[in-house]
């Protein structure tokens, strides 16, 4: 499997951004397809954005759509997801997630995925 680390979270005002890192070891990155998922307390994890092995396809949650952006640079071992206009509701614990698949597929269930990060905390006040 591989290791996953998140990096780059943090508290930020209403209208504010952030930039999520996810940095992977142990395994050949690129031929992961990578999501990032969110859970809040006392909710179940959700669904935030997902890209396929080389970026070429993406995906991502109606509530984020247009103002995330989920890339990933092969060369590095990371994912990216950055987040614009963010909003007190997207404050969540963010998880990436990796999972060995087919060149084109974004994978957008928990189920789906077979390796997490740890988490980084992203805290929007308003």
């Known amino acids: 499997q591989v290791q996953l680390v998140e990096s780059g979270g943090g508290l930020v005002q209403t209208g504010g951004s952030l930039r999520l890192s996810c940095a992977a070891s142990?395994?050949?990155?690129?031929?992961?397809?990578m999501g990032w998922f969110r859970q809040a307390p006392g909710k179940e994890r959700e669904f935030v954005a997902a890209?396929?092995?080389?970026?070429?396809?993406?995906a991502y949650a109606d509530s984020v759509k247009g103002r995330f952006t989920i890339s990933r640079d092969n060369a590095k071992s990371t994912m990216y997801l950055q987040m614009n206009s963010l909003r007190p509701e997207d404050t969540a614990v963010y998880v990436c997630?990796?999972?060995?698949?087919?060149?084109?597929?974004?994978?957008?269930?928990?189920?789906?995925?077979?390796?997490w990060g740890q988490g980084a905390q992203v805290t929007v006040s308003s």
């Open positions: 142990g395994r050949t990155f690129s031929s992961y397809a």
């Open positions: 997630a990796a999972q060995v698949a087919l060149p084109t597929f974004t994978l957008s269930r928990v189920g789906q995925y077979n390796s």
């Open positions: 890209i396929s092995r080389s970026g070429g396809n993406t």
